[in-house]
């Protein structure tokens, strides 16, 4: 690389998966003036677990940090889908084959140790953080991009680099600063959907020991039912179990759009699935009533464009997913690792040439992520019937699956087809191909 292309300024406007993993990636590639703007006072948002999927292991294996976040991860032997009302099996796939075709498992992690891995690989390869600095929608995209900078003393300074890159989030902020530059609007789309996230400790399990069985197994499971599920796995080398839900959204329906997040309440969750097997309800009962906090699930419309001049968007800040298809995040790191391919590619330090990394980093990624966000719609369409001839044929399809004859999957994060395309695609090989022709 060049070294008026190295020393480039880059700064990253949020320190979540998307910004850490881009600013690791960059500096990976040899840039020596990455810096990370990020709003939350230190390492932000810690409390959940995460399925990290083979695409995003195999990425952050090239980055040199999957080791220590797999070894703290339980690597899943089997999927499998379950009646909440029963509790009976309706589909299980076996992951070992995943492991075979594309490399790694399915991997339960625990967010915290994701992002703190991302975070000590950036300290070590020389990227900068400033925590407690927020960023506000008065972007300038003309010529150098200049933002303003505010400190939590209340403090507000302009900053200017070569290269901006907007990584804040589902509620990002650069996201609608670009919109408004370009005089077009992309609204939030409801989906009718909210989340809870638990997680107990093995010591909220240890007296009941068909929940201990659960939490020492090596299986993600989906307990399904009429407009709700829940996802459960272990994770922190099963330390922990790990439970996210998803019904319909009735307490955030009322509020204003800018709420994602409310203090839940036990007796609302537990009456949400009360008609969930016992198994699910001595579980859900173990979360203490102080730590149930509800998601609202959030997407938005496709936008035009991800990209002004020196300027893009990274991950939720500019393909938001229900989390149903676990490729949210894996979506944002592969955002982080192709981008930083096309800007290493680079000939010079030209806004021109510039620009025409940051569109060729929106044609690598845009289809793809934007397919994925729909998929993860589709699934949540068909595990959410309800009584009825879709879902007799659903569970016709489910049962199929055990017999192995190849069919409809509805479950998309099930589906073999669906694997080539998420686990089997090498974004990184893909976009060193493409950065020759482009740059
Ligand atoms: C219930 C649920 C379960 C999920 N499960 C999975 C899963 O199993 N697998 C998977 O791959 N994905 C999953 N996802 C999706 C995944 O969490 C997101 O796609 C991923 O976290 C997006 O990363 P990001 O870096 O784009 O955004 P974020 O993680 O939201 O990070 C944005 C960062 O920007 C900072 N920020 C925001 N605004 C500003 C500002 N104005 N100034 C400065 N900093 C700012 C924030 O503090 C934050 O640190 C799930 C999502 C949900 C809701």
New binding site residues.
């Given amino acids: 690389m060049h070294a008026v292309v190295q020393d480039l300024e880059i700064c990253i406007?949020?320190?979540?998966?998307?910004?850490?993993?881009t600013a690791l990636a960059l500096a990976k590639q040899g840039f020596r003036n990455v810096t990370v703007?990020?709003?939350?006072p230190a390492l932000?948002?810690v409390g959940?677990?995460?399925?990290?999927?083979p695409n995003?292991a195999r990425i952050l294996t090239k980055l040199g940090v999957w080791e220590p976040i797999a070894d703290d991860g339980v690597a899943m032997e089997f999927y499998s889908i379950r009646e909440g009302a029963t509790g009976k099996n309706m589909g299980l796939v076996d992951c070992s084959n995943i492991e075979k075709d594309y490399g790694y498992r399915q991997t339960g992690g625990h967010?915290a140790t994701l992002v703190n891995n991302l975070y000590d690989g950036c300290v070590k390869s020389g990227v900068k953080f400033c925590f407690g600095?927020?960023?506000?929608t008065t972007l300038d995209f003309t010529g150098r991009p200049t933002f303003t900078v505010t400190t939590e003393d209340g403090q507000s300074r302009q900053v200017q680099c070569d290269i901006l890159l907007g990584?804040?989030?589902?509620?990002?902020?650069?996201r609608v600063a670009l919109l408004k530059h370009l005089n077009v609007t992309a609204g939030v789309r409801e989906t009718g959907q909210a989340?809870y996230?638990i997680m107990l400790t093995r010591d909220q399990m240890k007296h009941d020991p068909e929940l201990l069985a659960l939490l020492d197994g090596n299986e993600t499971i989906r307990w399904i039912g009429e407009k709700r599920h829940i996802v459960a796995y272990p994770i922190s080398q099963r330390s922990i179990y790990n439970i996210?839900t998803?019904q319909p959204d009735v307490n955030f329906a009322a509020e204003a759009s800018a709420t994602y997040t409310t203090k839940g309440s036990k007796k609302a969750m537990l009456s949400v699935y009360g008609d969930f097997c016992p198994l699910v309800l001595r579980m859900l009962d173990l979360a203490p009533d102080e730590e149930i906090v509800e998601?609202k699930?959030h997407v938005h419309d496709p936008l035009p464009t991800w990209v002004y001049g020196s300027f893009a968007l990274?991950?939720?800040?500019c393909h938001?997913?229900l989390?149903h298809l676990?490729?949210?995040?894996?979506?944002?790191?592969e955002d982080g690792a192709v981008l930083s391919i096309f800007l290493a590619a680079l000939p010079d330090a030209s806004p021109i040439n510039i620009n025409k990394a940051l569109v060729a980093y929106e044609r690598a990624r845009k289809t793809r992520a934007e397919t994925l966000v729909n998929l993860a719609a589709e699934s949540s369409r068909e595990l959410h019937l309800g009584v009825g001839k879709a879902r007799e044929e659903r569970d016709r399809q489910f049962a199929a699956m055990k017999t192995g004859v190849p069919g409809k999957v509805p479950d998309k994060v099930m589906d073999v087809d669906v694997h080539r395309m998420t686990y089997g695609f090498d974004c990184m090989q893909d976009a060193r191909v493409k950065a020759v022709s482009v740059l």
């Fill in positions: 406007i949020g320190a979540g998966i998307g910004g850490t993993t703007y990020e709003r939350a932000g948002f959940a677990g995460i399925q990290m999927a995003m967010r600095s927020s960023i506000d990584a804040d989030g589902i509620k990002s902020q650069t989340a996230r996210s998803t998601w699930l990274i991950g939720d800040a938001p997913t989390p676990g490729q949210g995040a894996a979506q944002a790191v």
